[in-house]
Structure formats: C-alpha cells, structure tokens
C-alpha cells in the first residue's frame, strides 16, 4: 500500500538511496513533539499583499532592499524578509525597490514563471524600481524563498541578511486535518547558526538560505527545539 506525503508532513532522519530513488523519511508531528516549557516560536513579518478594487484575485505588494539594524541588510527592515502568502490562482503584482548603496535584484525561487518575469539577473541600481506581474499555477502551493542574485555580490548580500520566505496555498489547504493544524514556517541562515559560508561547504557558500516548513496538531504554542553542529 502506498501513503500519500503531504508535503506538510515533517522530514526527519534525512533520506535512504534505494534502487537509484530518493525516499524520503517522514513523519507528522504530534502534541508529544512540543516542547513543555520554553520560548514560543516567533511569528514572522508577513507582506502586506492588498487586492485592488475591481481586481479580485490579484494581489499586490511592495519589497524594498535596504539597510537594518547594526549595519545589516533586510527586506523592508525585516531580516528575514516578510512571509509572501499566496495562494495558487492568485494574480501577482509584486513591486521591488533598491534603497541599497548597491545594485541588486530579485529572486523568486521556485516560484513557476518565465526567466524574463522572474528577471533575477536584470540589476537595479540603487533608487530604481520594477514590478513583475505572474499568475500562481494549480499545482504550485508548496514554500519558496526570494533573495538577490547579482552577480559579483550574492553572498555578501546573502549573508548580510537579505532572504525571505514565500508560502503559495492550495485546495489541500482547505481540508479541515490542514485547515486546523498547527503550520510553522522556520528560516535558518549561515549567520543564525553561529557560522558563515562554511555552512554548505565552498562549492554553495552563497545559498545560505533555507525554510522548512511542518505541521502537526495544534499545540501549545512551543516548538521542537533545533540546534545546529
């Protein structure tokens, strides 16, 4: 018999190479995986995303580069840069402006649209702006990220802090085991584990990005604790 694995169910134990294929260990978690005292999860900045009138099913939003606290890097002052939650059918409008001192752009990974819509090589020199427009597919929902990709500057960009999360919701979504489950969106950095580039090694040293995403039984508001070695 084979289970279907949502793909909010928690991977855990890495993955076993059998027969040239990838499978994944999973598991969901449960109340037991929470934590019985402790600091709960901080909740994460999300995108103002507004609907124009007499445009429903489009969303629009403003993503600004631009500096932080203690010299830092940060989309709309916000390290890591607010939460995109989308849904799959939405018409996107989504404007990107470089307050930097520096040329930057956008990155949408993952996200389904063509390279000139997505246009994550078009560098914007410091005060300009530009909008990408792109409709979310059936079959899209999953977890994203967006980040800068100009060239000669990505991992410092990277590092300094500019990275942020996107989430495209679906019909699964709306199934009541899904609706009512506590969802939990984690981003973890090279700087938020204690180390730089050596994170990924040499060869990935400016992907320091990455987001997990799981979901399980409500709970009392405390999450598994996650250390880095």
Known sequence: MTEH???RSLIVGGVVATAGALIPLVRTLTPADAL???PSLPELAELDLRTPAGKPGTRTGTLTAGTADAGRLAYNRTEPGPL?????GDRVRLAFRNSLDAPTSLHVHGIPMTPATDAPLTHLMPGDSDVREFTLPPGS??????????????????LAGLAGPVVVTGPVDDQPALRDADD????ASARTCGVETELFGDAFGAHDGLVVRAAGPPTTGHGPEVTAG
């Open 5 to 7: 694995l949502s793909r």
């Open 36 to 38: 019985a005292d402790g």
């Open 84 to 88: 995109l939650r989308l849904r799959e």
């Open 141 to 158: 929902a999953g977890t994203y990220w967006y980040h800068p990709h100009a060239h000669g500057d990505v991992e410092r960009q990277l």
């Open 184 to 187: 939990r969106l984690l981003t």
